[in-house]
T-cell receptor
Framework: GESVGLHLPTLSVQEGDNSIINCAYS??????FIWYKQESGKGPQFIID?????DKRQGQRVTVLLNKTVKHLSLQIAATQPGDSAVYFC????????????FGKGITLSVRP | DAGITQSPRHKVTETGTPVTLRCHQT?????MYWYRQDPGHGLRLIHY???????DKGEVSDGYSVSRSKTEDFLLTLESATSSQTSVYFC???????????FGPGTRLLVL
């Protein structure tokens, strides 16, 4: 079936460096994507989203890039901080009645001081 | 957590006992969801609601039932808890189908 997946299970970065988290999707008809951050012991937290009519969207220290040609999106975190340490998921809402979110398995971002 | 609370936050129960988890929202969102999160499986949809008294099954609904008598409350019931239902349960809400879902803080359930 259709799926949303992540390339790497873990990512370790130095504090202050930029982080790039990648995600591939398989449904070429997908038109909306969401990035979530989940800290230990907490629920997933919305970070940023992007629709398929955009290639790039920026938030506070975060940028999401969408490449529809290769069905790939990435989350860029500028000047990574210790508070950015968490698991990051990309997700795709289904367009059916249940609006089921298809999540990637998650990638753990670890920030070295 | 976008005006979403879950109760209890932690629960330990024994196999065969009924358990009810509560999700309460103050956002007046129409859609509400229950997920479970397990290592190796990620987040999986149990049941969802598209309005008061309107609910439907997700991908892992066996052994669970839900009820929604008010817009703000969505209850998840394990009729007879089993060890396989040990998990972390998350409630989520959204304004419309296909839009961003916002998650609650979760309930950690241990079935002995």
């Amino acid at each position: 079936g259709e799926s949303v997946g992540l390339h790497l299970p873990t990512l370790s970065v130095q504090e202050g460096d930029n982080s790039i988290i990648n995600c591939a999707y398989s449904n070429s008809a997908s038109d909306y994507f969401i990035w979530y951050k989940q800290e230990s012991g907490k629920g997933p937290q919305f970070i940023i989203d992007i629709r398929s009519n955009m290639d790039k969207r920026q938030g506070q220290r975060v940028t999401v890039l969408l490449n529809k040609t290769v069905k790939h999106l990435s989350l860029q975190i500028a000047a990574t901080q210790p508070g950015d340490s968490a698991v990051y998921f990309c997700a795709e809402p289904a367009t059916g009645a249940n609006s089921k979110l298809t999540f990637g398995k998650g990638i753990t971002l670890s920030v070295r001081p | 957590d976008a005006g979403i609370t879950q109760s209890p936050r932690h629960k330990v129960t024994e196999t065969g006992t009924p358990v009810t988890l509560r999700c309460h929202q103050t956002e007046n969102h129409r859609y509400m969801y229950w997920y479970r999160q397990d290592p190796g499986h990620g987040l999986r949809l149990i049941h969802y609601s598209y309005g008061v008294k309107d609910t439907d099954k997700g991908e892992v609904s066996d052994g669970y039932s839900v009820s929604r008598s008010k817009t703000e409350d969505f209850l998840l019931t394990l009729e007879s808890a089993t060890s396989s239902q040990t998990s972390v349960y998350f409630c989520a809400i959204s304004v419309r189908v296909g839009e961003t879902q916002y998650f609650g803080p979760g309930t950690r359930l241990l079935v002995l």
